[in-house]
């Protein structure tokens, strides 16, 4: 897919998923392309909502914004997904770091960025 | 017993809440619904507990784990994440309801797949042993149009509506809905309008997918060829509005909505509108008990005018 795009927010979705994505190849790698270090990779495009997801649990926050049309909705301003329940996202992180999901995508969760 | 008693038999047990005194039911959020469409997470909740469903939130949800993303990196890491949420269902003892039909085709094929290969449920319980969670395989997964259809009933829903809608909609159901075929969820969603005295007008564009995975790879197709030409047509045809029940197809129909009008300045006119609160409005709900005006790409402001004017 070339960036030739009209959309221009979808060029910004891609940036973003290139702006959290950090390239750690040696020096070698450069030389020696084939010997670069491989992951499965998870696509640009794809990384941002994946971060918000190892975030918070989902694709999306709810911040200020969201709760006032929540209320205005006559709902509860949280929902009661991992956006209030903190133990179902720290169960979820959990089974991420513990079955090396996290390590094999190459999410520095400190960092916020995806190392290759 | 007699015709006659058979039929009113028959009748009795249509127009009754077949389902409210056994099951419980737990409604699966997702990501967009509580974020994006919070006027459609209070329809459904008004609707289902007005059919008399025990009908509340499933708690402690997660992402369903998007299988287009995650299924597309590693199938066992879909399998592996997804079971989370059943496993949750299963613990609280609910059957766990998705309206979104993202999230449903990623809980119903993810259980499907454990149930019929054991070593992918002992490779998930080792997985989950990890938390401290168990997956059995016992929870049951339903779309909520299965929910109205099959448990409450058409007669039911029928023998509910006080104002039947005088709408003429465009409607898009989406592609994962039509998994097990038409006589399934498609000819539920139809009915289902039809009953609340919808006039569906449809179009060669009905069964066209939203284009939302689309979007990440050809996003000029997503857009144009497929939320701008359903919108374009929903105008063209002047109808009142275009209902949907997938939240992971309206997350790009608004997505399309902003794109067209802030990018291209093309400003389409037809509300996108929840299922439920078509729902909503012919059990005799208002729009402003759930917040129908509030927080859309598109006002409503046109439709609920037609519909307290009762045109």
């Known amino acids: 897919m070339s960036d030739e795009t009209k959309i221009k927010s979808w060029k910004r979705l891609l940036d973003s998923g290139k702006g959290i994505t950090e390239h750690k190849q040696g020096e070698e790698s450069k030389e020696y392309p084939w010997r670069k270090s491989f992951r499965p990779a998870a696509p640009d495009i794809a990384k941002p909502s994946l971060k918000r997801d190892f975030e918070v649990g989902l694709v999306y926050y709810v911040g200020d914004d969201v709760e006032q049309d929540r209320a205005l909705c006559g709902l509860e301003k949280k929902p009661p997904t991992a956006h209030t329940f903190k133990d179902a996202l720290d169960k979820k992180r959990a089974l991420l770091e513990g079955t090396g999901i996290m390590k094999e995508l190459g999410f520095d969760k400190k960092k916020g960025k995806f190392e290759y | ?311």
Request: with cysteine.
């Open chain 2, 1 to 311: 017993m007699s015709i006659d008693e058979v039929q009113a038999k028959m009748t009795s047990v249509q127009t009754e809440s077949k389902p409210a005194a056994k099951e419980k039911y737990g409604y699966f959020l997702g990501c967009v619904m509580p974020a994006k469409m919070p006027w459609a997470e209070k329809a459904t909740i008004l609707v289902s507990k007005h059919l008399g469903l025990d009908f509340d939130y499933m708690k402690e949800t997660l992402c369903c784990v998007r299988p287009g993303v995650w299924k597309a990196m590693n199938p066992d890491w879909w399998l592996t994440l997804t079971s989370q949420n059943l496993a949750n269902a299963e613990k609280q003892g609910i059957i766990l309801v998705d309206s979104c039909n993202g999230c449903w085709i990623s809980h119903f094929e993810c259980l499907e797949e454990l149930k019929q290969e054991p070593e992918k449920m002992a490779m998930i319980n080792k997985n989950l042993s990890k938390i401290g969670m168990k997956l059995e395989g016992s929870v049951k997964v339903k779309h909520f149009l299965e929910v109205l259809y099959e448990d409450v009933g058409i007669e039911k829903i029928k023998a509910n509506v006080k104002r039947p809608l005088n709408l003429r909609i465009m409607r898009h159901l989406g592609c994962h809905a039509r998994k097990k075929g038409d006589e399934f969820l498609p000819r539920y969603f139809d009915e289902i309008l039809k009953a609340i005295g919808v006039e569906i007008i449809d179009t060669p564009y009905d069964k066209t997918c939203c284009g939302l995975l689309l979007y990440f790879g050809d996003p000029d197709s997503a857009i144009f060829e497929r939320v701008g030409r359903k919108m374009k047509t929903a105008m063209d045809l002047g109808v009142d509005a275009y209902a949907i029940i997938c939240s992971g197809c309206y997350d790009q129909f608004e997505r399309g909505v902003k794109v067209m009008k802030e990018e291209q300045g093309v400003t389409l006119e037809v509300p996108i509108v929840h299922f439920s609160e078509l729902l909503a409005l012919a059990f005799g709900y208002k729009p402003e008990d759930f917040g129908m005006e509030y927080c859309r790409p598109i006002p409503t402001t046109r439709l609920i005018e037609k519909f307290k004017e009762g045109k």
